[in-house]
């Protein structure tokens, strides 16, 4: 399984956008990248996913590199429900996920 | 919006009682799962269930678990003697289709199980 790292924790302003980086350096072709959220031990989360292309929805953007060896999901306007550990995932053809130690947003006033 | 419900939200049981805990997958789905976080601990990975069978398991789900679709609707998780390690927030996931990237793994808001 192609392996994840997240900072473990990071702050952002309330209203300012959130950028959350990840990187996968071992991130196979075929493989897509996946992020989570967890609000207060709630069910995790589906924010988005994708496998090369930039990609967008109402909740977040996913910005790949053009070498796929990471990438960043950005809260365009982050709120303080926004609180919670963010988890980048490499989804394995097993169709497993693997959840990792994440990264905690904390969003300020 | 299509969501997976668990029940219970929360069980208190015994050391060595059996335990089920039930899951209503989203409808269209053919693929589910059970996942566990012990307190303060990773999401985990426990089971994946397709056409009846398990299709993949973790080192976690020996034998003490299993699951099961009873009927159209359900999928349950049944902890036959449970320990005191079992307390855990566990919680169930479907999927329209597995063992294809692209493909999106929705979870339900978990079923809170504290052994005593």
């Known amino acids: 399984d192609a392996k994840t790292t997240q900072p473990p924790s990071m702050d952002c302003a309330e209203g300012r956008a959130a950028n959350l980086p990840c990187n996968h350096s071992t991130i196979s072709g075929n493989e897509y990248v996946y992020w989570y959220r967890q609000i207060h031990s709630q069910g995790p989360q589906y924010i988005i996913h994708g496998l090369k292309n930039n990609e967008t929805n109402e909740m977040a953007s996913l910005i790949i590199t053009e070498d796929r060896k990471s990438s960043t999901l950005i809260l365009p306007h982050a709120t303080l429900r926004d609180t919670a550990v963010y988890y980048c995932?490499?989804?394995?053809?097993?169709?497993?996920?693997?959840f990792g130690g994440g990264t905690r947003l904390m969003v300020k006033p | 919006e299509p969501e997976v419900t668990q029940t219970p939200s929360h069980q208190v049981t015994q050391m060595g009682q059996e335990v089920i805990l039930r899951c209503v997958p989203i409808s269209n789905h053919l693929y589910f799962y059970w996942y566990r976080q012990i307190l303060g601990q990773k999401v985990e990975f426990l089971v994946s269930?397709?056409?009846?069978?398990?299709?993949?398991k973790s080192e976690i789900f020996d034998d003490q678990f299993s699951v099961e679709r009873p009927d159209g609707s359900n999928f349950t998780l049944k902890i036959r003697s449970t320990k005191l390690e079992d307390s855990a927030m566990y919680f169930c996931a479907s999927s329209e289709v597995g063992r294809v990237t692209g493909n999106t793994i929705y979870f339900g808001e978990g079923s809170w199980l504290t052994v005593v």
């Open positions: 269930f397709y056409n009846n069978e398990i299709s993949e």
């Open positions: 995932i490499v989804l394995n053809a097993g169709n497993m996920l693997t």
